[in-house]
């Protein structure tokens, strides 16, 4: 693991956001946490709790008409793996102290000043109430959805959609037979609207007879529907028989899993800030994670190498003021016009809709991804699909359901509606211009980069960041810019 030479301070609540789950991912994007030298391929096989054979992805449709009735989606690498996330925390605890590291518990952050040439942390320690102040030449925000630090910088604005998510860890009680663990419930309906909501499960085996089940919504922010917890787990009581088999009283309850997952739609890559002088955000803080899927665990991974090779390139230039940070951000022009799926499946409150319309939305859609091949569904579902897949996917969805854009306007709406045109047209813009550069641009900085970046590192930095937006969310070798990139290797790190 390369040793990290610069004071950095890192504030953290929960680790990716606050929601109160496991971890799920796939090997093709544990592998970049392996690529990167941040774990080694004995530690990754340590971690995993399970990996299944098949996930699937099936949705109620006893209303539906004929045409928009789908057979099972199966995506075997999709959230198939589950990690021991207690142990894992543990070990990048011990990686982080063995690179000189610091890290203090129980401890609540309080407030950061920024001064010309470092930034000042102010800290209370919970156990002797007792404040303290540390400094570095940068902060990194990473305490989540409800950073304190991410709300300043956005001037308060609020989140555009939540998921209220309930659920459990149920370490064993179900009969032989009721589910087998070599397979998970990547999202599954068994019923239609109810109280305004489309209620979807999630199941991923974990160690031993363990079973996490989830059930969410997408949900609509607004004042007079808060998106109970308590009325969604009574729901999960309730219901859960129906949906897997058992005698409740015989289960064996090992956690709670709860929390509202933030969805932020994005309209353009500098919609929302995450920068300040000396002070950057990244993962859930930046809120710029995929609005269909939310959790921003597997959109964090897939966009390290991207946000770690231009921070170091920042540290080492010392390019540290708003304009160069701002410009270190996961943004994906194809996530961007993503967010009219999730749209879709909010029913807005204090309007009916029939209570099967979302399950046919859902299965109009799923449908189409049973007839491509595993790759493009396994490129879609982690936001790796191009401009012509897009395209394609929506055209047939079109002419299966003619109705589906009339659909979207009702639960959408006109403002909308035209927000995400503006969207579209910029992703066509986007994938113009990478058919133009994606040939040679990435070798032509890898030639230029060792006499470019000592002379004129601002004009690296921005041709990086421009190389990486062109390149990432789409299915390819890893980048070639990263090989010119070197990475930090001065000693003691203090990180918080």
Not at 6 to 15: K, S, T
Not at 34 to 59: C, H, M, P, Q, W
Not at 120 to 138: A, F, M, N, P, Y
Request: charged share 20%; proline share 5%.
């Amino acid at each position: 693991m390369a040793r990290l030479g610069y004071r950095v301070l890192l504030v953290e609540r929960m680790p990716f956001g606050r929601m109160n789950r496991e971890w799920n991912i796939s090997r093709d994007e544990i592998q970049n946490l392996i690529n990167l030298g941040l774990l080694t391929t004995a530690e990754v096989e340590s971690i995993i709790a399970r990996e299944y054979k098949d996930g699937f992805n099936k949705f109620f449709d006893a209303n539906n008409p004929s045409n928009l009735k789908a057979p099972v989606l199966h995506t075997p690498t999709v959230l198939n793996v589950a990690l021991d996330s207690e142990k894992w925390l543990q070990m990048c605890g011990q990686k982080l102290r063995a690179a000189g590291g610091e890290i203090w518990d129980e401890t609540e952050f309080i407030q950061a000043d920024v001064h010309n040439t470092q930034v000042v942390v102010t800290v209370k320690d919970l156990i002797s109430q007792t404040q303290k102040q540390v400094s570095g030449r940068l902060l990194v925000d990473a305490m989540g959805t409800a950073s304190p630090i991410a709300w300043q910088l956005n001037g308060g604005r609020a989140f555009d959609s939540v998921c209220p998510t309930v659920g459990a860890v149920i370490e064993r009680g179900f009969e032989p037979g009721v589910w087998d663990s070599q397979y998970g419930d990547v999202l599954y309906s068994h019923g239609d609207i109810s109280r305004g909501r489309q209620l979807i499960w999630e199941l991923f085996p974990g160690a031993d007879e363990e079973l996490t089940i989830y059930l969410f919504h997408y949900h609509q922010v607004h004042p007079k529907n808060p998106g109970s917890l308590l009325e969604m787990y009574e729901d999960f009581f309730t219901i859960l028989p129906e949906y897997r088999r058992c005698e409740m009283d015989k289960l064996v309850w090992k956690k709670p899993t709860f929390g509202y997952i933030p969805g932020h739609f994005s309209v353009g890559s500098g919609d929302r800030t995450v920068a300040f002088d000396r002070l950057i955000a990244m993962g859930d803080a930046a809120s710029l994670q995929s609005p269909l899927v939310f959790t921003g665990f597997g959109s964090l991974v897939r966009n390290l190498e991207r946000l770690t090779t231009l921070l170091d390139t920042a540290l080492k230039n010392d390019l540290l003021s708003f304009r160069h940070l701002n410009q270190i951000r996961a943004f994906q022009n194809n996530i961007a016009v993503t967010w009219m799926f999730s749209k879709g499946m909010m029913v807005p409150t204090g309007k009916f809709i029939p209570p099967q319309r979302i399950n046919s939305m859902l299965n109009n859609f799923f449908g189409l991804l049973v007839d491509e091949s595993p790759e493009v569904t396994d490129n879609f579902i982690k936001d790796r699909f191009n401009w012509m897949t897009f395209n394609r996917l929506a055209l047939k969805a079109a002419r299966k359901n003619p109705v589906l854009l009339w659909w979207i306007w009702e639960l959408a709406g006109a403002k909308d509606l035209l927000r995400w045109t503006g969207n579209y047209v910029d992703f066509g813009r986007h994938a113009l211009v990478s058919a133009l550069l994606n040939g040679w641009f990435p070798r032509f900085l890898r030639r230029i980069g060792p006499w470019l970046e000592p002379r004129y590192p601002v004009l690296w930095l921005r041709l990086l960041a421009i190389n990486y937006a062109l390149t990432t969310g789409i299915a390819r070798p890893q980048n070639l810019v990263a090989q010119v990139t070197s990475k930090a290797r001065l000693q003691k790190p203090e990180i918080i």
